[in-house]
């Protein structure tokens, strides 16, 4: 077997999924970018990212004690402390209500702000080995408002442990924009609220568009929007994040990827070294080992260090580390069943179809969390970008006779659909699957514009 095979074998056995559903992360996937800390620390107490940037896999990674070890001197705060989920993709309806929980209650007129301290004093009365009337959620939401002393008190009990409750996936509450923002400014108000109980603690999770909206539009949110930190992946943090997981495949692949990865042993599991955490020659040089010098037979096509983080960036230059890191087992995959005799693990050729195959998941990604988009982008089909907006607003026109409203959504339909084709675009921007040019025409960036068939002259051709 030659070192190149014997290389993307190894690549393929690393733990390349980033997809988290509340299951514990691998010690060898726990990788912390140095811009995601203050995310992280306690007084960051609303999140804000994108999809498959890490807002479950950290709400998952805090739970782990291991997780709070590497971290160590960089947030002391989190030693010790105890962490609980208050809202998540996995329902635990003991712990927090479910959608149809949250729908019945506002339906009966409810606050959700109450329904989320029911949340929190579940949580503080199994801390502190206390009871609350618990048989279903309406039951602890009476109790809370019937006995406010009772509330106080428990709140006020001495405490001799520290709390971190955590909140994700919170566009799972409802499938309706208004609704949602009422639930989710009822929570942040809650976060507020805890804030005068010393020693326990709670982070809000977002999407962009979420914390876009009118969630802050209440008394002191600004005490909230202060703390706001941002989960976003430089070049070198998705490289890092790559090494990470290589350097930790089992067995003798591991072996392979450490004699080029500088790396360090920790608690039974390998850390990629510092110089492997910025953009640094020791970086650059590592995956040139793993995809060659150049995206073609000469420097004219690129560098693949740079042209495969760069050719999965949204619309506003954002690439998340589970697109790279698809794009990279793709082409790992492509490679071996395309070009076994290639002098690299990952072939030029073979990279470009990791692009085409983490576009294509990402597409599926946005049509599960907004079903109206691969209607509208889908009528493009066959166009070639960057195009004017005039060609895209006919090719709407025709589809969509009665306009935007014409475009159904079973759950967070388009947010400006109101304001006609110019709002369409501008919700599209937003969510980075469109970008305006400074000559007035519009693009799209490969991560969509492949997996929803459009062209770009010399780009990366969509798949028949």
């Not at 793709?330 to 195959?357: M, T, V």
Request: with cysteine; glycine share 8%; net charge positive.
């Amino acid at each position: 077997m030659s070192k190149a095979q014997a290389l993307r074998d190894a690549i393929l056995a690393a733990p390349l999924e980033t997809s988290n559903f509340g299951e514990t992360p691998q010690p060898g996937t726990l990788y912390l970018p140095p811009s995601h800390l203050k995310a992280l620390r306690l007084d960051a107490h609303v999140v804000v990212g994108g999809r498959g940037v890490g807002k479950s896999f950290w709400t998952a990674a805090l739970r782990n004690p291991l997780f709070h070890k590497i971290v160590g001197t960089a947030a002391p705060e989190l030693a010790g402390i105890r962490v609980a989920v208050g809202f998540a993709n996995l329902e635990q309806i003991d712990y927090y209500p479910n959608q149809d929980v949250f729908s019945r209650f506002l339906e009966q007129n409810g606050d959700s702000y109450d329904l989320w301290r029911a949340v929190v004093l579940r949580w503080v009365a199994r801390e502190a080995k206390q009871h609350v009337p618990d048989e279903d959620w309406g039951t602890t939401v009476a109790w809370l408002k019937s006995q406010p002393e009772a509330v106080a008190r428990l709140m006020q009990l001495p405490r001799n442990w520290r709390g971190l409750l955590l909140f994700d996936a919170l566009d799972r509450t409802s499938d309706a924009w208004e609704r949602m923002d009422r639930i989710v400014r009822g929570l942040l108000r809650v976060v507020l609220w805890l804030k005068s109980f010393g020693g326990l603690h709670a982070k809000v999770f977002l999407r962009e568009d979420q914390a876009e909206r009118t969630v802050f539009n209440f008394p002191d949110a600004s005490k909230l929007t202060a703390t706001k930190a941002e989960l976003a992946w430089a070049r070198h943090d998705l490289h890092g994040m790559l090494w990470q997981r290589l350097i930790n495949a089992p067995g003798r692949y591991g072996e392979l990827l450490r004699d080029i990865c500088p790396n360090v042993a920790q608690d039974r599991v390998w850390r990629v070294a510092s110089e492997m955490k910025s953009e640094s020659e020791a970086q650059k040089k590592a995956f040139e080992r793993l995809a060659g010098p150049w995206m073609g037979r000469d420097r004219r096509r690129g560098v693949p260090y740079t042209w495969a983080a760069g050719h999965l960036a949204d619309g506003r230059g954002l690439t998340s580390p589970r697109s790279f890191l698809a794009a990279i087992r793709q082409a790992a995959e492509d490679s071996g069943e395309r070009y076994g005799q290639h002098e690299y693990p990952l072939h030029y050729e073979s990279i470009k179809r990791g692009i085409q195959k983490a576009s294509e998941i990402r597409v599926q990604e946005i049509a599960e969390d907004y079903p109206w988009v691969p209607d509208i982008l889908s009528v493009l089909k066959g166009m070639n970008v960057p195009c004017d907006f005039a060609e895209v607003w006919e090719k709407w026109g025709d589809s969509f006779p009665d306009g935007p409203q014409g475009i159904t959504s079973s759950r967070l339909p388009a947010q400006h659909a109101e304001r006609g084709w110019d709002g369409i675009k501008e919700d599209l921007q937003r969510l980075g699957l469109l970008e305006a040019r400074r000559d007035g025409r519009v693009d799209m960036p490969d991560l969509y514009r492949v997996g929803f068939g459009l062209g770009r002259k010399g780009g990366v051709k969509p798949k028949n």
